[in-house]
Every structure is written in C-alpha cells, then in structure tokens.
DNA sequence: AAAAATGGTT
C-alpha cells in the first residue's frame, strides 16, 4: 500500500523538505530501491538551493547500502556541472571499489573532474581503466580523454587519443584547438580550425579570442567579421579577449556596440577593470545594470579585493546577505581575502565556521588557501598549518600564502623548508612566492641564501620586480653591506622607485653612513614628496655623526617647506651641494 | 549527455 503511495509522490516535482520526510519513510521500511528514483527527483527538482542539494545527495548515496550505478552518475553529472569535482570523482571511485560496472556516462564525467582539479594521476588511472572496459571506441569518453589531457596542459598525450578516435565530432576538435591555444601553439590551432569541416560558434569564438590573446588584432577581428553568425558569445569572446591583452578600451568599445549584452559581458568588462585597476569603472557598469545576479556581485566583489579595497568588498556583502542573492564559493573566496586585508579575525573565522556550515558550502582547495592566508596574517600560524595539510592540491598560491605566513610569524627557517619541499614536488615558483622568501630570509638576515633566491629568479624565467630589489637592499642594508645594496640598486634594468631607494636610506642611518645616505636622500626626494620622513631620516644620520649643524639646517627646512617636495628648495641644493 | 566565462598569494 505504501509503495505505490511513494511511487506516485516520486513522479511529481517535489520541495527539499518533502523529499525528507519521504526519504525517511523510504529508510523506515528499508525501500532502498526507491533512493534510484529519490536521487532523479533531487537532480531535477526545480529549487535552486542547490548547496542543500549536493549535501544531501551525498548523504542519500552515502547511506545506501548497494550503490547503483545509474543513479550515482547521474549524481556525478549534477556534481561536476555545480563545480564540486572533488565529490564527482569521490562518487566515481567508490564506485570502482563496488565492483561494478561504470557506464561511458560515468567515465566521461569522471574525466571531466579530473581535469578540472588537476588530478592528473587520477585522469590516468581512468584512462587505463577506458582500455580495460573496452570503452575506446565510445566518443563521448574519448573526447573526455582529449578534454582531460588538455586540461592537465599535456598536449601530446591529447593528440595521439585526438588521432586514434575512430570517430570525432565538433567537441573533439574544439577541445584540442582550445588546448593549442592555450599552450601558445597558434599555428597548430590554425591548422585544425582551418582544416575542420562543420565548424560551430565555439570554434571561431576560441579562434577568435585566441588570436587577441596573442595581440594580433587584424586576424581577430578579421575572423569576427567572416563569421557566418555572430552570438552573444562571440561579442564577449571579444571583449575577454582584448581584456586579455590588456586593452580595456578597446573591449569597452565591443561592450558598447554589442547589440545585446548579457551579464557575462559586464563581468568580463568588470574583470578588465579590475585588471588595470580602474575600479571606478568597475563600479560604474555594475550599478548601470539592472538586473543583477550573485555573479556580477561576485566579480565587483573580487575587484575590490583584487585593488586592495576590502571595505568596499564587504559592504558589498552586506548588500549581497540583506538582498538575499544568492551565495557561493567565489563570493566566500574574495570576502575572506578582504578580511586578511583588514585583519578582521573575527568575521573572517565566523564566515569558516558558522556561514559556511549555515549555507552548506562546502570545502576547497581556493577556499582553504584564503583561509591559510587568513589565519596566518592574523597569528594563527599553527591553524594556517593544520588548513594547509588539508590541501588536496598544494599549489604555488597556497606555497606562496604559508611561505610569507611562516615568514611573518618567526618561522623562517620553517619558510625555506617549504620553499625547497615546493621546489622537490616541480611546482614553479611565481614572483610573489619569492617576495614571501626574501620577505622571510629579510628576518633572518641570511644574506648569502638571499642572494641565491634573488639570483635563480631568472632561471624561472622570472624578471625581479622593483619590490624584489627593496627586498635585496633592505636585506643587504641590514648587514650593514651598504655599498653592495647601492650597487644592486645602480644594476637595475629599470627605474628604481622611492622604496628601493627609501629602503637604502633606512640601512645607512642605522650604520651612520653619511655619503650613501645623501644619495638615497636625493633619490628619495626626487621621486616622491617625502611623505615617509626621508628628511628627518638624513638628520638623524646627520646627528649621529655629529654634523649638527647639517642637521639643524635640514630640520629647519623641512619644518618651513612643511613635507611637500619642493623642487630647487634650499635644503635639496644644500644635499646636491654635498653628493 | 559533451567545452567555456568568476574565486585563493606581495
């Protein structure tokens, strides 16, 4: 009686709520073979709190005694098309260790996450088990295999599955057009798009960007205009590309003239705003919109933070939370980034361990990193430790963030460990990791091992910005080593700015070198109103070594000249005078 | 049924 009760209500769209009490019906009377339908009618229900979904589709699948295969992969589908690639492949794994039979469906989207997380031994692993199952000649799964290599950025591997496919279709050949020109091989791109027979949008929408990404804008816009239909698509592939080269003008001007633009045009152009920091902009796009989903609130809010606004970003928030739009991951990502900024512990650790369980947003390795960076800025080292280990991916961003907070937090030698554990697992150092390991080895005073670190920067490839250099200096000033740091600082390919500068000034006043310290005086004035008391920094070297009346000569004329930089003022010809 | 746009480090 009861069961053609519950077969009836599970053909109807049901509320969250009311397929609980059924489930729990369902579990009283051990009716397990319903949780097939159960998890169907949890995948298609109409609601969009789609958090509360995920959750308890994993708990339904977690309880059921015999998993079925059909109804978990059509839960790893759901997964992996709301972004949870760690829960799809979880699904996919456990079940392999049921011994039953995955499906092509199963495998696809099994490879589909892998990519996405990066787990290229996992992506492997499914591959072999493709050979295993017989599964080759399947092009949906084959395609995932093409999918999963690009992804991993391993191209050759991508194109010998490409030419043994017995059969492609546009996806296919999509994919691997997408994979070249992401690995900056334009020609082998143009090969495969001119060479392939029923191009669709995505082909000349990717062509299309990928010829801005390089710059080269007469073959872009040539391939725009040659297009047999143009799609919103094709307008915001335009846009993302220019933004991408860095010409935000020109995206803007696409913007303009887009016959009909969507939210995903203003967020790419809110993107490139963000990019070259024109945050004003930024602002000005988001409130002309009307309607305005949790996506463009995420890319305003992530601008903020990106140019170093974290009020702004927050308040942001506020609006988000009072006009009840909806919540997720990124929006979670840049708020806990803003707290860092400002060093609020307290809102940051609420949003970790309350709103996150509240919301039922789940873990991951973006999230985790902010939270690292979190903790350890505001002192909790040892909880920026504990997230660290849960990493599933340590990746340089989340080396980066534990590398400066051990360096902040006494920990340098800690730091360095982690740098060489990075450097023994090949992830590639960027630009900040080294600004957090000569940040760290600065506390130490470790000059020789600094050196080092500043020198291999060219063997990544990596250009030491001027940030890098006040590093070195300030390093090499510390040790008293003044000269060398001046020399660093006359080696620089380019224009050292007031903090190089200011950085060699500090180091001479505590070593009371006089003729360095005019120098960096000079320097420091010349390039900045002496908004961070240079001046009163050359007094006191001044002082030190008994100059007095030097010193009172410049007190009094900063004092007169107030701290504006003032071209040609007594005391400046009084320090030219004296270099 | 398939691919892709936003998030984390100075």
């Known amino acids: ?28 009377h051990g009716l397990n073979h319903f949780d097939r339908s159960l998890i169907h009618n949890l995948i298609t229900s109409k609601s969009n709190h789609s958090q509360t979904i995920n959750h308890y589709l994993r708990s339904i699948l977690h309880h059921s005694k015999h998993p079925d295969v059909d109804s978990t992969t059509s839960a790893m589908r759901y997964l992996c098309k709301h972004g949870e690639f760690h829960e799809a492949f979880g699904l996919y794994v456990r ?8 499906s092509t469906f199963a495998v696809a989207s099994a490879l589909k996450a892998c990519g996405r997380i990066g787990d290229g031994n996992g992506g492997i692993m499914v591959h072999g088990q493709v050979f295993r199952y ?48 992401r690995s900056g091989d334009l020609s082998m791109a143009e090969g495969l798009f001119f060479g392939m027979g029923n191009k669709d949008v995505v082909s000349w929408n990717s062509m299309v960007s990928g010829y801005l990404r390089r710059g080269d804008m007469e073959k872009a816009l040539r391939l725009f205009e040659e297009m047999p239909e143009r799609k919103q698509s094709s307008w915001n592939a335009m846009i993302s590309g220019y933004v991408e080269c860095e010409k935000v003008d020109l995206a803007r001007k696409f913007y303009d003239s887009m016959p009909q633009r969507n939210s995903i045009s203003c967020i790419t152009m809110i ?8 945050v004003v902009s930024a602002r000005e796009l988001f409130s002309e919109m009307g309607m305005k989903d949790h996506l463009l609130y995420n890319a305003m809010i992530a601008c903020y933070t990106k140019n170093g606004r974290p009020k702004e970003a927050l308040q942001l928030f506020d609006e988000m939370l009072k006009l009840n739009v909806h919540v997720d991951k990124m929006t979670l990502a840049a708020v806990i980034s803003a707290c860092s900024q400002l060093g609020d512990l307290s809102f940051g650790s609420w949003i970790h361990e309350i709103y996150m369980k509240q919301i039922r947003i789940s873990m991951d390795d973006h999230l985790l990193t902010a939270l690292i960076d979190l903790y350890a800025k505001c002192g909790s ?21 534990m590398i400066l907070g051990c360096g902040i937090n006494g920990k340098e030698h800690v730091a360095i460990k982690l740098f060489d554990e990075m450097m023994e697992s090949k992830i590639r150092p960027n630009l900040v990791t080294f600004s957090g390991l000569l940040t760290a080895l600065s506390h130490v005073g470790m000059v020789e091992e600094s050196y080092h670190c500043f020198n291999s920067m060219k063997r990544y490839g990596l250009v030491p910005t ?17 000269e060398e740091a001046h020399n660093l600082i006359k080696s620089m390919p380019m224009l050292p700015h007031s903090g ?25 004035f010349e390039l900045e109103a002496d908004s961070s008391g240079y001046g009163s920094l050359l007094a006191n070297i001044y002082a030190s070594v008994g100059r007095w009346e030097d010193a009172k000569r410049l007190r009094k004329s900063i004092h007169e000249k107030g701290l504006v930089k003032v071209p040609g003022s007594s005391w400046m010809d009084h320090v030219h005078d004296m270099t």
């Open 466 to 482: 001027p940030d890098h250099y006040s590093l070195m200096v300030e390093i090499l000033g510390r040790a008293g080593r003044l």
């Open 381 to 401: 080292i040892d909880k920026a430790f504990d997230l660290f280990h849960n990493l599933h991916k340590k990746d340089v961003v989340a080396y980066t963030a």
């Open 271 to 278: 993107g490139g705003y963000s990019k070259c920091g024109d």
């Open 500 to 524: 190089v500068w200011g950085a060699l000034l500090l180091a001479c006043s505590t070593h009371n070198n006089v003729e360095l310290g005019e120098i960096a005086a000079k320097h420091c």
């Open 95 to 102: 079940l392999q260790r049921s011994r039953l039979l995955v």
């Open 134 to 181: 017989g599964f080759c000649g399947d092009v949906y799964v084959e395609t995932g295999l093409v999918g999963f290599y690009v992804k991993v950025g391993d191209m050759e591997s991508a194109r010998k599955v490409f030419d043994e496919m017995s059969e492609r279709n546009v996806v296919s050949w999509n994919t691997m057009i997408d994979g070249y020109l």
């Open 1 to 28: 009686m009861l069961v053609p009760k519950i077969t009836t209500l599970l053909n109807h769209s049901l509320t969250i709520k009311q397929l609980k009490q059924l489930h729990g019906l369902i579990l009283i």
